[in-house]
């Protein structure tokens, strides 16, 4: 067995975990940004989600062809704002409507908890191959 394919199993748990906590660093920030009105572009925030691929062969079938994921990149929700009529705000346009953030708060922490059971799950199957490992290691030595 050649080295790179004893380490696969561990750098396809590592990309995801990489992957998801990267994904949790923009959950985290869509909810820090919920209620921002304005930001330097002069509209309100705009849903931020990431978009993971799959790296590898998927026709293949094992070590050889699944080799992790990665983050392709961030894109922007388009979905509209949400308008709260306030016209007491400093944000208000002429109607005395604000526009908020397209960023709902359950959506969010939903995905957040799937960020972070997927997160466990590829630390999970690491921690597993690493005990498959040291038992093999123990096997080959003849104790």
Known sequence: MSAPRLVSPLSIS????????????????????????????????RRQDVVIESVGSPSRVGPEGAMGVRVVEVVEDTSPF??????SHPDADAEGYVSYPNVQLPVEMVNLLTAMRSYEANLKA??????????????????
Do not use: K
Request: net charge positive; charged share 15%.
């Open 14 to 45: 590592a990309s995801g975990m990489a992957a998801e906590r990267f994904r949790m660093e923009i959950i985290a920030s869509n909810l820090a940004n919920a209620h921002t009105t304005r930001t330097s572009s002069g509209q309100p925030f």
């Open 82 to 87: 949400q308008r709260v009529y306030s016209p």
């Open 126 to 143: 690491a921690q597993a191959y690493r005990q498959i490992s040291e038992q093999a290691l123990i096997l080959l030595r003849g104790v």
